[in-house]
C-alpha cells in the first residue's frame, strides 16, 4: 500500500504556533479569535476567565457541530455553567491547549467536519 502525504490546502487551516501567536493560512494572529472552514473573526475573551455566555452564543451562531476552546499554554475548563449553554445547543465543546485545539481543528477540517475553533490568546 503507498501512503501519500496531501496537505491541507484550506485557507482556513492552523499552520503555524510559536507559543504567543497563531498562523492561518499565511497571517499570523497574537490576539484572541475564531475560525471555522469559511470564515475568521477577531474574538473579545484574553482570559478563559472573562468567556461569557454571550461569548459562546457568538461562536454558536456560527452554526459548528462541534467548538474547540484553545485555553493558552496549558488546558483548562470552563465552569459548568458555561459548558452547558454550549451542549444545550446540541454542539460539542472540547477545552484544550492552544497548540492540542490547533492540530484537532485541522484535522476535523480535513474531515469536512463543521468544526469552529476559538483561541484564547
Given amino acids: ?26 497571517r499570523w494572529i497574537d490576539t484572541s479569535f475564531w475560525v471555522s472552514a469559511r470564515a475568521l473573526h477577531p474574538w473579545t475573551p484574553r482570559t478563559v ?6 461569548h459562546l ?13 484553545g485555553t493558552g499554554a496549558r488546558p483548562r475548563l470552563l465552569p459548568p455553567a458555561l459548558q452547558a449553554v454550549v451542549l444545550q445547543q446540541r454542539c460539542g465543546l472540547e477545552c484544550m491547549s492552544n ?12 474531515d469536512g467536519r463543521a468544526v469552529l475553533a ?4
Wanted: no cysteine; net charge negative.
Fill in 118 to 121: 476559538a483561541f484564547v490568546i
Fill in 57 to 69: 452564543q457568538e461562536l454558536l451562531a456560527a452554526g459548528p457541530e462541534v467548538i474547540l476552546l
Fill in 1 to 26: 500500500m503507498q501512503l501519500t502525504f496531501e496537505p491541507d490546502q484550506s485557507p482556513s487551516a492552523i499552520t503555524g504556533i510559536d507559543g504567543q501567536r497563531l498562523r492561518v493560512g499565511e
Fill in 49 to 54: 476567565e472573562t468567556i461569557s455566555a454571550e
Fill in 99 to 110: 497548540d492540542a485545539a490547533a492540530r484537532t481543528f485541522n484535522v476535523l477540517l480535513g
